[in-house]
Each structure stands twice: as C-alpha cells, then as structure tokens.
C-alpha cells in the first residue's frame, strides 16, 4: 500500500478533490506517526497494531566485502495483524 492508494481510497470514498485527499492521506499518516513517538504503539481495531521496539547494538558485516562493522542500537517499527486480519487474509 503506498499513500497515493491510500489518497485515491480516500478520494473515491469522499467525493473530494485529489489534492484534499492527499492532504487527508499525510494527515493521516503523521498522525500514527505522532502516536508512535508519543506511545510507542498504535492500535487500528480489527487490522492490527504498530509498535516500536528497540534494537541493540550488534556486530554485522559488510556484505560487499565480508568485512566486520558495529551496527548502532536503534528503534524500529515492528507491526502486529490482528485475529480478524489474518482470518480475511
């Protein structure tokens, strides 16, 4: 899914213009991404939730050359179907 699919979903529902759906879509989108930073997760019933895990740091290689690297500790946004999702699916 790519936020134009999700702009059309939006517009074709609506009846608006292209450029408000856009608009809706980022909206949207900055939205859960506020959540995420505030919570750490973000839940949408009956699809699934989205939360942020941390990562430690680790050792990793270079695939080009083989060569040993330090990969930083970080964030990453790991996502979770619902029951309902995988039972549609």
Do not use: H
Not at 52 to 74: D, F, M, Q, S
């Amino acid at each position: 899914m790519s936020k134009a699919f999700l702009a059309q979903v939006i517009q074709d529902s609506a009846e608006t213009t292209g450029v408000a759906a856009n608009r809706a879509a980022t909206d949207v989108m900055q939205a859960i991404i506020k959540e995420l930073k505030k919570n750490g997760r973000f839940t949408l019933p009956s699809f699934g939730t989205f939360i942020v895990r941390k990562t430690k740091a680790r050792k990793g290689l270079n695939p080009r050359t083989g060569e040993a690297i330090k990969v930083k500790a970080g964030k990453t946004v790991r996502f979770k179907a619902s029951p309902s999702l995988k039972k549609v699916v």
